[in-house]
């Protein structure tokens, strides 16, 4: 089994900052790409960040130059610096994972934290 366990969301004024954290755990051999996304009401879920294990990092257009995505292999876990937080970022982030275990390869998932961004 392999776990996805998301942290840091919040409330937070506009214009503020957030950290959010996801660490993978379970029988896992290895991590490829890590990314974020979210789903904000009534609307699809979209991709934020994700990063490679090598540290090549892809973003969407609304938050580059705001958002960074950072990863600790060691630790299995990713990170989203999140600044000049805006309300439309308002909305449930998702972590993933393509994890290698010793069987498969497949995309597993967090249980997604809420970010609210008031104006």
């Known amino acids: 089994q392999v776990q996805l366990v998301e942290s840091g969301g919040g409330l937070v004024q506009a214009g503020g900052s957030l950290r959010l954290s996801c660490a993978a755990s379970g029988s896992i051999v290895s991590i490829n790409d890590m990314g974020w996304y979210r789903q904000a009401p009534g609307k699809e879920r979209e991709l934020v960040a994700t990063i490679s294990s090598g540290g090549r990092t892809v973003y969407a257009d609304s938050v580059k130059g705001r958002f960074t995505i950072s990863r600790d292999n060691a630790k299995n876990t990713v990170y989203l610096q999140m600044n000049s937080l805006k309300p439309e970022d308002t909305a449930v982030y998702y972590c993933?994972?393509?994890?290698?275990?010793?069987?498969?390869?497949?995309?597993?998932w967090g249980q997604g934290t809420q970010v609210t961004v008031s104006s």
């Open positions: 993933n994972a393509d994890v290698l275990r010793r069987l498969d390869l497949r995309t597993h």
